[in-house]
C-alpha cells in the first residue's frame, strides 16, 4: 500500500485567493458597468526592461548557432551572473560575499521553501505572523509542526508583527534553532535597521541558530541607513543565509531569475556539536535536484547589471514607489494608520474593522480590490495590503474613488 505524506493534511486549504474572486465575480455581476481596480496583486504589471529584452534576443540566437550553442550550464549559475551578482550586490555595500557563495535559481519562493530540507526534522522553527505563506507551509509539509488549531500550528514559535512592535518581531522567548525574516516585508511593507537586524544575529551567534533572511524586495529600500543584505552586519555571514529575486526588482516574475546567498563561513551543527558548513550540503542539494536557470535568462538578468539595465531596473522601482506613495498619503489623509510604502511596494493598513469587511467596503464602495490581512495570518487580522503594483493611472483612480466612498 502506498502510503501519503500524512502532513500534507495538516496544512490549510488556502481559500484567500478563491474567496477573493468569488467576491469580485459577484460584484461584477450586480454591477456590470463598473470597472474593478485591482490592487490586491503581488505581481508586476511594467514589461521587461529593453536591456533584458536585448540580452534576451541575442542569447537565443548564440543558442541557434554551433558555436554559441549550449546546453547543461553549471548548476550554481554562469560565473559572468554570480560575478555581476557578488559585485554589485555585496561587494557595493561593504558586504565580503565572493561568487562562489552565490546559487542561481529560478526562484526565491522555491529557494525559500527548500532550504529547510538541510535540517533536522526536530529544528525549532520561528516564523513571522503576518507572513508570505511559503515558509511556514514548506515546514508543515516536512513534519516540523503539529497540527492547526485556533489559526496557529502546534510547536511554532510565531514572531508576531504587530503596531506595538511597529511590525518588526522581537526576539523570540523560547530557544528556536531557525528563524525566517523578511525585510522589507510582505505583506507589512516594514523595513528593519541595522540596530534591529543585528539584534538577531547576535541572537544567532549566541544561541547556534540560523537566519534565513528574504531580502525580495531589498530594490524597493529608498532610505539608505536601512540593510539592503544582512551581510552588512558584522558576523551575519556565519549565520544567515539570503535569498534575492529579479521577480520584482526586474520584472522577472514570469521569466524566473533568483539567487540565494550560502556564505562557506555559515554552518549548522550535527548532532554531537561539531559544526558542517551549509555551503557544501546547499551544492549537494542544488546539484541532485535542480540543473540551472536557462542560458537566455541569465543573460537577461546580467543585463539588469548594465549601466543601462541599471537605470532602466531603477525606473521600474520609481515607478511602482510613486504609486505607494500616493497609497500611503491618501489612506492616511483618510484617518487610517499605514506602513510601508515608503522603502516597499506594499502598504499595510489598519482599518479598525475585520480584515474582510475593509475589504468588502473598498469593495462595494469603490470598486477596489485590495488583499485581506487575515490571510496572512492571525496578527493580519483588523488590516489590509494594497499593492503598488498597477498602471499610475489606475492607482490614482483607485485612490480618488476611495476619497469620494469613505471621507
Ligand atoms: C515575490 C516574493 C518572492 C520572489 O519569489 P520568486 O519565486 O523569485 O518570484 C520571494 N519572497 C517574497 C516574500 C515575495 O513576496
Same mark, same amino acid.
Given at each position: 500500500m502506498i502510503k501519503i505524506n500524512e502532513h500534507f493534511n495538516k496544512l490549510q486549504a488556502s481559500y484567500l485567493f478563491s474567496d477573493i474572486a468569488k467576491r469580485v465575480s459577484r460584484y461584477q455581476e450586480d454591477n456590470p458597468d463598473k470597472t474593478i481596480i485591482k490592487l490586491g496583486i503581488g505581481d508586476v504589471t511594467k514589461p521587461l526592461p529593453p536591456a533584458c529584452i536585448e540580452a534576451f534576443h541575442k542569447a537565443v540566437d548564440e543558442m541557434a548557432g554551433e558555436e554559441g550553442f549550449r546546453g547543461y550550464g553549471p548548476e550554481q549559475g554562469y560565473d559572468f551572473l554570480r560575478k555581476a551578482i557578488a559585485t554589485a550586490d555585496f561587494k557595493a555595500r561593504g558586504a565580503d560575499i565572493s561568487s562562489a557563495e552565490i546559487f542561481v535559481s529560478d526562484g526565491a519562493k522555491c529557494d525559500t521553501g527548500n532550504f529547510q530540507e538541510l535540517f533536522?526534522?526536530?529544528?525549532?522553527?520561528? *516564523?513571522? +505572523?503576518?507572513?508570505? #505563506?511559503?515558509?511556514?507551509?514548506?515546514?508543515?509539509? &516536512?513534519?516540523?509542526?503539529?497540527?492547526?488549531?485556533?489559526?496557529?500550528?502546534?510547536?511554532?514559535?510565531?514572531?508576531?508583527?504587530?503596531?506595538?512592535?511597529?511590525?518588526?518581531?522581537?526576539?523570540?522567548?523560547?530557544?528556536?534553532?531557525?528563524?525566517?525574516?523578511?525585510?522589507?516585508?510582505?505583506?507589512?511593507?516594514?523595513?528593519?535597521?541595522?540596530?534591529?537586524?543585528?539584534?538577531?544575529?547576535?541572537?544567532?551567534?549566541?544561541?547556534?541558530?540560523?537566519?534565513?533572511?528574504?531580502?525580495?524586495?531589498?530594490?524597493? *529600500?529608498? +532610505?539608505?541607513?536601512? #540593510?539592503?543584505?544582512?551581510?552588512?552586519?558584522?558576523? &551575519?555571514?556565519?549565520?544567515?543565509?539570503?535569498?534575492r529575486s529579479f521577480s520584482k526588482s526586474g520584472g522577472f516574475t514570469g521569466t524566473r531569475c533568483a539567487y540565494t546567498v550560502v556564505p562557506k563561513a555559515c554552518v549548522a551543527y550535527i548532532a554531537d556539536g561539531t559544526p558542517q558548513s551549509l555551503h557544501g550540503l546547499w551544492n549537494r542539494r542544488h546539484c541532485t535536484k535542480f540543473n540551472g536557470v536557462s542560458y537566455p535568462v541569465q543573460r537577461a538578468a546580467e543585463a539588469l547589471y548594465s549601466p543601462e539595465g541599471k537605470q532602466q531596473a531603477q525606473a521600474l522601482v520609481n515607478y511602482y514607489m510613486k504609486n505607494a506613495r500616493l497609497i500611503r498619503t491618501a489612506m492616511s489623509d483618510l484617518g487610517f494608520t499605514c506602513v510601508g510604502g515608503d522603502n516597499s511596494p506594499y502598504i499595510w493598513i489598519e482599518g479598525n474593522m475585520d480584515s474582510w469587511k475593509f475589504f468588502d467596503l473598498l469593495l462595494d464602495k469603490a470598486g477596489v480590490v485590495c488583499t485581506p490581512g487575515a490571510g496572512f495570518g492571525k496578527c493580519g487580522e483588523g488590516y489590509i495590503r494594497l499593492s503598488a503594483f498597477n498602471s499610475f493611472e489606475n492607482v490614482s483612480l483607485a485612490m480618488d474613488r476611495i476619497k469620494n466612498s469613505l471621507a
Open positions: 533536522s526534522p526536530d529544528s525549532v522553527i520561528a *516564523i513571522p +505572523d503576518p507572513v508570505y #505563506p511559503v515558509y511556514l507551509d514548506t515546514n508543515v509539509m &516536512a513534519g516540523r509542526t503539529g497540527s492547526f488549531s485556533d489559526g496557529r500550528y502546534e510547536g511554532v514559535v510565531y514572531l508576531e508583527s504587530t503596531r506595538e512592535n511597529n511590525f518588526v518581531p522581537s526576539l523570540p522567548h523560547q530557544p528556536v534553532d531557525l528563524i525566517y525574516l523578511c525585510f522589507p516585508n510582505n505583506p507589512t511593507g516594514s523595513t528593519i535597521s541595522k540596530e534591529e537586524l543585528k539584534t538577531w544575529v547576535d541572537y544567532a551567534r549566541q544561541n547556534k541558530a540560523l537566519i534565513l533572511f528574504d531580502a525580495a524586495y531589498e530594490a524597493f *529600500i529608498n +532610505d539608505d541607513s536601512l #540593510p539592503k543584505t544582512i551581510y552588512e552586519i558584522e558576523g &551575519a555571514e556565519e549565520v544567515a543565509v539570503e535569498f
